[in-house]
DNA sequence: CGCAGATGGCTAG
DNA sequence: CTAGCCATCTGCG
């Protein structure tokens, strides 16, 4: 298996390193970010994630405001503390994996 | 509200 | 070029 980062994972996990701390970022916005529009692509790109601890798929979020499937099953119970120390930074996320302030919510684009 | 299907784009060989 | 994949999204009852 190749898991080497190909130009469209490097753009996502660039994207990643772009969110500023205390920020997290809807799969639609990547995917817009990305220029593509397919969210799929973003969490198939996070799902393989191989700069897994450098790449804060965590900060990455459904639409819905929701964690999406890393809190779910494809992270792990561990990642309930991941949640709260991102609380630390101003991303707080409910006990269900839920954002509780969309406030963090931080857009690519920059407009005013 | 809840479920199911459809969708779009990505990867690999 | 083809096939399979995904942590999604959207619509409908």
């Known amino acids: 298996m190749m898991r080497e ?4 994972e490097q753009r996502v ?3 990643l390193n772009r969110i500023p701390k205390g920020k997290v970022v809807t799969y639609k916005e990547m995917a817009h970010a990305l220029d593509c529009g397919s969210a799929q692509a973003i969490g198939q790109a996070l799902k393989r994630n191989p700069y897994a601890p450098e790449v ?3 900060r990455v979020i459904k639409t819905d405001g929701n964690i999406g499937g890393y809190s779910g099953e494809t992270g792990g ?3 309930r503390k991941k949640l709260k120390l991102l609380a630390s930074e101003g991303v707080k996320f409910d006990s269900g994996g839920s954002l509780v302030s969309q406030d963090v919510v931080y857009r690519f684009s920059d407009e005013s």
């Open 13 to 15: 996990y660039d994207l």
């Open 5 to 8: 980062p190909t130009a469209f």
């Open 77 to 79: 119970a561990k990642l």
């Open 56 to 58: 804060p798929c965590h």
